[in-house]
């Protein structure tokens, strides 16, 4: 048996123990994956492993399904990119879709340039600049440093309005105060050198989510902003009122109230007033972690009755080697099968369904909303996310 043949039953034994051939796999996947990374995986699942069904399901749509609701703006900010999508009526608007490579990549980067410029780095008893170290410091504690110090305020907004209450006041000096400098950080590398992180890097380097370097680059809010815009005129105002904030990046401590305070600034410029007249944003609270919301949407699909419909069989796979989109615009298939119903279809039944359970759910504790009971009904199903790259977060 060479080494191709006998990894997957390697795996099988150190990492799943479980038997695959009794589970159905479902996998929450970016909007946009290549279709050689799909196809690459399923033929693995198929033939390697002989899961019994597959099913596709779009991490924007999986997001929506622990809220119980159908129409909302996803916000998906994770490592490589932030991703938009309109959801209406469990339905995605195309059209109105957006992406930019503002995320946990881009302040990796700006962490790396403060340090560069600013931080220090002692032994006990010297002092050296940054620049000492041989090889820097790592992505994983880049994001550490990230996780750990990093926060976002309303700098935009509360200096205007300080600005103004003093000019109001004749306060001279008002132009030339500066906001406080948040305290330094001294942050162990090795258990010999610490890295004093100085306290401007804490909230100047996540600006650059709303600031970027490139003064005619989109942020994350002109992204959302934007997005709106190209959606119909009908639904602009219920998607603005439903925005759900998803993603590793999103859980800066600040990063939703900064972000609801620009929008609302920025709404009101002569860009976006006219278009977006009188327009209100209002943010869900997540029942769990943003950055596993789209996992937990995952088990909600896997422990329904509708995922028998909605999933492709190992027997289909191997009679016609093809994939459905996540839309399931295949005419091909409807006519092989005219028995099943689409996958746009199962959607608008399951997002249905998914709201009537929803509201049993917030008469209930928030215990009662937990992992565990889903667990349970779905023992006989794994789910995967899966992000676009490598994601830290």
């Known amino acids: 048996m060479n080494r191709a043949r006998s990894f997957p039953l390697s795996f099988r034994r150190r990492c799943l123990l479980v038997n695959p051939k009794d589970r159905r796999v479902v996998i929450v996947e970016p909007l946009f994956w290549p279709d050689v990374v799909r196809m690459t995986l399923a033929r693995v699942l198929f033939e390697h492993y002989y899961v019994p069904s597959l099913l596709f399901y779009p991490s924007p749509l999986a997001a ?65 600049p940054y620049q000492t170290l041989e090889r820097g410091v790592s992505k994983e504690v880049l994001e550490d440093i990230k996780v750990r110090t990093c926060f976002l305020g309303d700098s935009l907004i509360s200096e205007s309005v300080a600005l103004s209450v003093a000019l109001e006041r004749n306060d001279s000096e008002a132009e030339k105060r500066e906001r406080p400098v948040p305290p330094s950080v001294q942050y162990p590398l090795d258990g010999i ?33 934007d997005s709106i815009l190209r959606c119909p005129v009908d639904t602009r105002r219920a998607l603005a009122a439903s925005v759900v904030v998803a993603g590793g990046t999103a859980m800066l401590p600040g990063f939703l109230a900064r972000l ?34 789209s996992w937990v949407g995952g088990a909600i699909v896997a422990s329904l009755d509708t995922l028998p419909e909605q999933s492709l069989s190992r027997a289909r796979f191997l009679e016609t080697n093809r994939l459905p989109d996540w839309t ?23 997002s249905a369904t998914t709201a009537a359970k929803g509201k049993k759910l917030r008469r209930s504790s928030a215990s009662d909303v937990n992992l565990p009971a889903m667990t349970s009904t779905t023992s006989k199903v794994a789910v995967a996310s899966l992000p676009e790259d490598k994601a830290e977060n």
């Not at 995320?103 to 780095?121: C, D, M, P, W, Y």
């Not at 609302?264 to 596993?292: Q, R």
């Not at 005419?331 to 028995?339: C, D, F, G, N, S």
Request: charged share 25%.
């Open 64 to 128: 929506l399904l622990p809220l119980g609701i159908s129409t909302a703006l996803v916000v998906d900010s994770g490592y490589a990119e932030t991703f938009v999508l309109p959801v209406y009526e469990g339905y995605g608007v195309i059209k109105g879709w957006d992406a930019i490579s503002l995320a946990g990549e881009t302040l990796h980067r700006e962490i790396e340039k403060f340090l560069q410029e600013h931080a220090t780095v002692t032994d006990g008893h010297e002092t050296k």
């Open 193 to 225: 050198c610490t890295l004093v992180i100085p306290g401007q890097l804490r909230d100047q380097a996540p600006e650059v989510l709303f600031r970027p370097d490139d003064a005619e680059s989109e942020s994350v809010v002109t992204s959302i902003l």
């Open 260 to 293: 609801q305070l620009e929008l609302t600034d920025l709404a009101k410029t002569e860009k976006y007033a006219k278009l977006l007249p009188g327009i209100d944003f209002l943010f869900h609270s997540l029942p769990v972690p943003a950055n596993v919301v």
């Open 328 to 350: 399931s615009c295949d005419p091909e298939a409807r006519q092989v099968r005219p028995e099943k119903i689409s996958l746009a279809t199962a959607l608008r039944r399951l």
